[in-house]
């Protein structure tokens, strides 16, 4: 069964902290993305990847920073933690674009509070 | 650039009745490509159906099925014979076919389903 795995379920750090939150796939899958979830907000895109040290900034990519030293692995930082980056982030990987784009495969999701 | 909106927080509907999501995008392009995807209260976030935007024919997956209006940007999704594990967020999501395969992703729908 095919899987894109996020190292933690829950997190709480603190202001300040420097967070890195870790992305694997085993699909060999060649597009990575990183999201946050808010409710009322859906989802809105942090940053892609779509080759091995490859990124593109998405449409929130304020305080975030991504590393994609291998395929399978796609890392989220960030910098400094603030209060206003808890929430949910979602990562996602998928193989192909347009018409060859059969639809993301998510991690669980990733709880992070800073506090 | 491209949205998409849902318009409707939260759904309700009975068990082993219809109920249909309705989903608007705003794009300038003519291939693009469209998504429901669920996430269950247990987070994970799966694919339910995927439409071409050049295809006329509506998806359908099961009891899963869309109506897709091309000319009024309109993707709405219909669940027949409800039942209680369609409990979930549905969010619709765009993509527009181009070089990367970035989603935007609307604000979701709760939907609830009673016994």
């Known amino acids: 069964d095919v899987k894109v795995t996020q190292s933690s379920r829950y997190l709480v750090k603190r202001t300040g902290e420097k967070v890195f939150l870790e992305c694997v796939q085993d699909?060999?899958?060649?597009?990575m993305f990183w999201y946050r979830q808010d409710p009322g907000l859906g989802l809105r895109l942090i940053y892609f990847?779509?080759?091995?040290?490859?990124?593109e900034k998405g449409d929130i990519p304020e305080g975030y920073s991504v590393s994609r030293e291998k395929k399978e692995r796609f890392s989220l930082i960030l910098e400094s933690a603030s209060t206003n980056q808890t929430s949910m982030y979602l990562c996602?990987?998928?193989?192909?674009?347009?018409?060859?784009?059969?639809?993301?495969?998510f991690g669980s999701g990733t709880r992070l509070t800073v506090v | 650039a491209q949205t998409v909106t849902q318009s409707q927080p939260e759904m309700s509907v009975q068990e082993a009745e219809t109920v249909t999501l309705s989903c608007t995008y705003d794009t300038s392009e003519s291939d693009y490509y469209l998504f429901w995807y669920k996430q269950p209260p247990s987070r994970q976030m799966i694919l339910v159906i995927r439409?071409?935007?050049?295809?006329?024919q509506n998806a359908t997956e099961n009891r899963f099925s869309v109506n897709f209006q091309k000319a009024a940007k309109s993707f709405s999704l219909k669940i027949s014979d409800s039942q209680l594990g369609d409990a979930a967020m549905y969010f619709c999501a765009y993509e527009d076919g181009g070089a990367t395969n970035k989603l935007i992703f609307g604000t979701g729908t709760l939907l609830a389903v009673q016994p």
């Open positions: 990847s779509y080759d091995v040290k490859m990124k």
């Open positions: 699909m060999d899958h060649e597009n």
């Open positions: 996602a990987s998928s193989s192909g674009t347009g018409l060859y784009n059969y639809g993301y495969t």
């Open positions: 439409q071409e935007a050049y295809k006329q």
